[in-house]
C-alpha cells in the first residue's frame, strides 16, 4: 500500500474519531438534557394541577360543612322551643289537635324564611301525627317530600328519635307540583323537653333544596365538575344531572368501579367535552358523603404536546447548529493535516 493510502485512511480515521468524540461530548447531553427537562416539567405540571384539585376539594367540603352548620341552626330553634314543646305534647295527648296543629303550622311558618333554600319544615309527634308548612304545596294534608323519600313516616321517625344526633337524608325523587319542581335533602333531629330529655316527644325535618349543594359545588368549578355522592352510591348532587337521587353503583363496589361510575356520570352532563377525564375525591365525615372532582385533561395534555414539539425544535435546530459546526472544524482539522504532511 502506497504511502498516498495510508495517509487517507489515517485522515479518514482522525475523522472518524473526531466525529464520534463530538457526538459523545455535544449530541448526546444535548438530547438527554432535553428528555429529562421534558419530564420533569411533565411532573411538576401534573403536580401542580393535583395540588390544585385537593385545595378546591378541601374548600368545598369546608364550605358544605358550613352551610349544613348553619341550616341545622333552624332544626336547634325546633327541637329546643319551649312552645313547641308544649304543642307537640298537647298533640300527643289528643287534646284540640285541630288547634294546636294550626298553631304549630303556624309557629313553623315563622321560622321558614330565616334561610334560603329551604322547602319545608315538619313535625312528626310521637303519637304519629304530622304537622307542616310546606313552600311547594302550600297545603296543610300533603307533603311535598314524603313520597320522595325511600322510607316511610314511621322508619323517619324511628330512626331520628333513637338518639340526640342531628340525622342526614339523601337526596330522593325529583318532587314535581305544577310548575315547581326540585331534589330535596333533609336533616332531622328529635324534639327535647329539657325538663324531662328522656321523653319522647317528637322528630323536626328541615327539607333544603339540592340547588343549595349545587351552589357549593359550583362555587370553584373552572375546567371542572364537582358532585357528591354518598356511602351507598347515591346521587346527591350533580349539576345538569338527571342521575340526581339515582345509585350508580352498589354499596360493596370498589375504588375501581366508583371510578368508573363517577366518570359515566360526569361524561354525561356534557360539561367536560370529550377528553379523558381524572378523578379525584375527599371523604366528608360529617354528612359520610364523598366529593368527587371530574377535570377535562385534554387541555393539559395538548399544552404538554406543545411544550413538547417546541423542545423537539429546539433540539433539531441545536444539533443542525452542532453538525455545521462539528463538519468545519473537522474539515478545517483534517485539513491542516493535510497541509503538514
Not at 405540571?45 to 395540588?51: S, W
Not at 304545596?137 to 333513637?162: K, P, V
Not at 377528553?275 to 366529593?291: A, M, N, P, Q, R
Request: glycine share 6%; proline share 1%; charged share 25%.
Amino acid at each position: 500500500m502506497s504511502k498516498k493510502s495510508l495517509f487517507k485512511l489515517d485522515r479518514r480515521s482522525i475523522r472518524i474519531r473526531l466525529v464520534t468524540a463530538f457526538i459523545v461530548t455535544s449530541v448526546i447531553p444535548i438530547l438527554l438534557i432535553n428528555i429529562i427537562s421534558y419530564y420533569n416539567t411533565s411532573r411538576l405540571v401534573q403536580q401542580n394541577v393535583e395540588r390544585m384539585t385537593r385545595a378546591n376539594l378541601e374548600q368545598t367540603k369546608v364550605s358544605l360543612d358550613v352551610w349544613l352548620d348553619s341550616y341545622e341552626d333552624i332544626l336547634f330553634q325546633v327541637y329546643t322551643d319551649d312552645y313547641i314543646v308544649e304543642l307537640v305534647d298537647k298533640i300527643n295527648a289528643g287534646e284540640d289537635l285541630a288547634n294546636n296543629r294550626k298553631l304549630l303550622r303556624k309557629t313553623l311558618r315563622g321560622l321558614f324564611y330565616t334561610k334560603d333554600y329551604v322547602k319545608s319544615i315538619s313535625v312528626i309527634t310521637e303519637s304519629g301525627e304530622l304537622a307542616f308548612y310546606d313552600q311547594l304545596t302550600a297545603s296543610t294534608t300533603s307533603t311535598s317530600w314524603m313520597d320522595s323519600i325511600a322510607m316511610s313516616q314511621e322508619e323517619l321517625y324511628a330512626g331520628i328519635s333513637r338518639d340526640n344526633a342531628t340525622h342526614i337524608f339523601p337526596t330522593g325523587d325529583k318532587v314535581v307540583f305544577g310548575t315547581n319542581s326540585c331534589y330535596l335533602f333533609h336533616i332531622g333531629h328529635r324534639i327535647i323537653d329539657y325538663r324531662n330529655v328522656k321523653k319522647q316527644c317528637g322528630v323536626v325535618m328541615v327539607s333544603i333544596d339540592e340547588a343549595l349543594l349545587e351552589e357549593i359545588c359550583s362555587a370553584s368549578t373552572e375546567k371542572g365538575l364537582n358532585f357528591i355522592i354518598d356511602e351507598e352510591g347515591t346521587v346527591i348532587s350533580c349539576a345538569h344531572s338527571e342521575a340526581v337521587g339515582e345509585s350508580i353503583y352498589h354499596e360493596d363496589a370498589d375504588r375501581r368501579e366508583k371510578e368508573a361510575a363517577w366518570r359515566r356520570l360526569a361524561s354525561g352532563t356534557g360539561l367536560l367535552g370529550n377528553g379523558e377525564l381524572s378523578i379525584y375525591s375527599v371523604h366528608d365525615e360529617k354528612t359520610g358523603w364523598e366529593i368527587i372532582r371530574a377535570t377535562n385533561q385534554e387541555e393539559l395534555v395538548q399544552g404538554l404536546h406543545q411544550q413538547q414539539k417546541l423542545l423537539v425544535s429546539i433540539t433539531l435546530l441545536s444539533l443542525l447548529a452542532i453538525l455545521v459546526i462539528m463538519v468545519s472544524q473537522v474539515t478545517r482539522m483534517t485539513g491542516s493535516i493535510k497541509g503538514v504532511v
